[in-house]
């Protein structure tokens, strides 16, 4: 009979997560009842590796590492961590040793950068406040800041993205056809009118915020997967996303950083950012919009 247990010693609940490709270290304390370390096998195989590392009879604890392999697979799988009697053939289950069920689950990886998707994904992971943000307040606001900075990209690009540029006379408005045109526009978003070139300090963000979502050994895993999956999804949807401002959202800035110019006017801050409509005026004598 053993115990699993995590490799700095805390307890391991009866079922685990990992990513495809992950790997994740244990200790094993106790032996089977032939007074050797027991042997670890993942049901099936095919989906996860279990390496013993250094094994030695004499000493009543050993070390384990669990190897997701990467199947490439969209899916959610289930693997169980069975414990065997160190003998020939192996084929004698311990009974005494709990079983540990693994969920295997896809890998996330942010659509291709070369597309609107790929964009906006990056986009949202930049600009909505994170899991370690002053001002993150939880996945649902996250999700929601998120859905209203797409809206003010849509609002701009149905009302001519040209009148946002810093300079509006040098901006073809029939050259913006879509959000990802929006963004590229010198002055609508901070480092992006570059995109797909990115400053190093930007895209390392980024790639961090994707890397702990795909790190299950990681504390953070379980709030960063949710934001990148939540970045994804809103970037990828084809459905219209609600205004929550009926006079429309047109802007956003980080919190407290001040208004983006006289033309806008403050309506709410929703994860991290304060968003902004625009003022009667400017929506008429501008926007032509009643």
Known sequence: MATLIRNDRSSLPPEIALVQGNALLLKVLGLGPNKKHLVFKGNPPSLLRVEAINPDDRNREQSIRL???????????????????????LSRIDAGTRRLRVRIVPELRLPNEGTEAGLLARLLIAEAAGPEDEYYAGEADALESMRWIKRVLQNRLRAGAQHFSLRPASVDPKAIQNLADVVRIPGQVA????????????????????????????????????FVS????????TEAVADPCTTGLYAWRTALSGSPGPNFVFFRTKG????????????ANVLKIR
Do not use: C, M
């Open 230 to 237: 939540a970045a994804i999804d809103v970037a990828q949807s």
């Open 272 to 283: 991290g950012q304060d968003f902004y409509t625009l003022t009667p005026a400017y929506r």
């Open 191 to 226: 480092d992006f009118d570059t995109y797909p070139l990115l400053p190093s300090t930007l895209k390392r963000r980024i790639d961090e915020a994707v890397s702990v979502a795909n790190d299950a050994s990681d504390a953070r895993y379980q709030r960063y997967r949710r």
């Open 67 to 89: 190897v997701s392999l990467a199947t490439h697979s969209q899916w959610e799988s289930v693997v169980e961590v069975v414990a065997y009697v160190n003998e020939q053939p």
